[in-house]
């Protein structure tokens, strides 16, 4: 029985509309917050280090410290939203988020800013699965490509408008104020969700951790989701680390040159993201996943092993964001739609492996262009994109995964 006010999966999935526009704009918002404080330190590694004297590498430490705890805590978030419900857990994330990034701005020593940010990646592990389940509570199936559109947008908004907005801060005031900047933005959103965001909770379900977990192991499906989404965040993250270096080389750039050719690939994302949404609304999730994923490997090849021009490169880069991009709502929709009971624990796995695409990324890509360059990589990318789809084929038999 549901308290007035308060809305189940189920009864959400019998609507014809669902939600509207103000909750696809605040789902965008939450996960901007959350990717921003994620991604935020690049710009300012050089200062950071210089005045903590510390050496780039143990700065970049900081990033791998926040990416582990936000790991380990992703799986247990989307089990709490399933139980107490997406808002809080959303709320929770954010104010705790945004807290502890502001003390990072105060912390005095290298050590007290790595405590900070392993307690961000706690926090940070609560939010995206919660607003992923309540993308998938508050839109009824034939929307819920659109809806994880939108959502997944918030990724795209970061790199285009939230990282840099962290370097031009932290460039004027200083990496402190950069962080005290970021945290109060990430409590500003937590009070908005809380004021204005719908209440979204499913009917609590029984048992323990274990008991929930092993129900969710067995939906059917839920392997080939995982399995394809570790593969697909691995074949991004390899464009993200690698491509700018690679421009770089290629072309003779330096930081400032790249730079637009970057927010060219961010927008070609930006465009991919919602374009997939739509098509998942229209066709076969399934399908666009396939096909979307089979054609960001080629581009992949073609993309890293010639250099036809600048120019050329850099819609080549926009092309492979597209795709790549024009791919992820549709298998976050997917994910939603294994279970309704379960889904924020479900989700809460997929964030788990979103977190593994980015280590699995970072290592193999590494590793591909020690033995081989850049030509290595573009295979190593083609053969993730092309695992990514082998795991997703099995979805194609799974009932209601056309639309």
């Known amino acids: 029985m549901s308290l007035p006010g308060q809305v189940t999966a189920a009864s959400h999935d019998r609507t014809d509309q669902g939600a509207g526009l103000g909750v696809l704009v605040l789902l965008m918002a939450a996960i901007f917050g959350?990717?921003?404080?994620?991604?935020?330190?690049?710009?300012?590694?050089?200062?950071?280090?210089?005045?903590?004297?510390?050496?780039?590498?143990?700065?970049?430490?900081?990033?791998?410290?926040?990416a582990v705890s936000w790991a380990l805590a992703a799986p247990f978030a989307g089990l709490l939203s399933d139980r107490f419900g997406r808002r809080p857990m959303i709320v929770l994330a954010?104010?705790?988020l945004g807290t502890v990034t502001i003390g990072a701005g105060l912390a005095p020593s290298y050590g007290a800013l790595l405590v900070t940010r392993v307690l961000a990646g706690v926090f940070g592990g609560f939010g995206p699965a919660a607003v992923l389940a309540a993308a998938g509570d508050l839109f009824p199936p034939h929307r819920r490509g659109m809806a994880m559109g939108w959502t997944n947008l918030g990724f795209s908004m970061a790199a285009l408008v939230g990282v840099p907005a962290v370097g031009a801060v932290g460039g004027a005031f200083g990496w402190r104020w950069a962080f005290v900047a970021s945290g109060v933005l990430l409590l500003a959103l937590a009070v908005l969700i809380r004021l204005t965001f719908p209440i979204s909770r499913v009917q609590p379900s029984e048992g323990g951790i274990f008991s929930t977990y092993r129900a969710v192991v067995g939906v059917p499906g839920l392997a080939s989701v995982l399995a394809a989404n570790l593969f697909e965040r691995a074949l991004f993250n390899l464009s993200v680390l690698y491509l700018p270096s690679f421009l770089m080389l290629s072309y003779g750039l330096d930081a400032v040159a790249v730079a637009p050719i970057l927010v060219l690939v961010a927008v070609g994302n930006i465009v991919?993201?919602?374009?997939?949404?739509?098509?998942?609304d229209r066709f076969s999730k399934v399908g666009i996943f396939l096909v979307a994923q089979t054609l960001s490997g080629l581009v992949a090849i073609a993309l890293f092993t010639q250099t036809p021009g600048l120019l050329v490169s850099a819609a080549g880069g926009a092309l492979f964001g597209l795709l790549n991009a024009s791919s992820r709502p549709a298998l976050l929709a997917l994910g939603a739609e294994l279970s309704a009971r379960h889904r924020g624990a479900v989700l809460g796995l997929l964030s788990l492996t979103n977190?593994?695409?980015?280590?699995?990324?970072?290592?193999?890509?590494?590793?591909?262009?020690?033995?081989?360059g850049y030509v290595a990589l573009a295979w190593t990318m083609a053969a993730d994109a092309l695992l990514a789809t082998t795991l997703a084929v099995p979805l194609r038999n799974r009932r209601g995964s056309s639309h």
């Open 94 to 96: 954010l104010a705790g």
């Open 272 to 280: 991919g993201t919602v374009g997939g949404g739509w098509l998942g």
């Open 355 to 372: 977190q593994g695409g980015i280590v699995l990324g970072s290592s193999v890509g590494g590793l591909a262009i020690g033995l081989g």
């Open 34 to 66: 959350f990717a921003t404080c994620v991604t935020m330190l690049g710009p300012l590694l050089v200062d950071l280090s210089a005045e903590l004297e510390v050496s780039l590498g143990q700065a970049g430490l900081l990033a791998a410290a926040m």
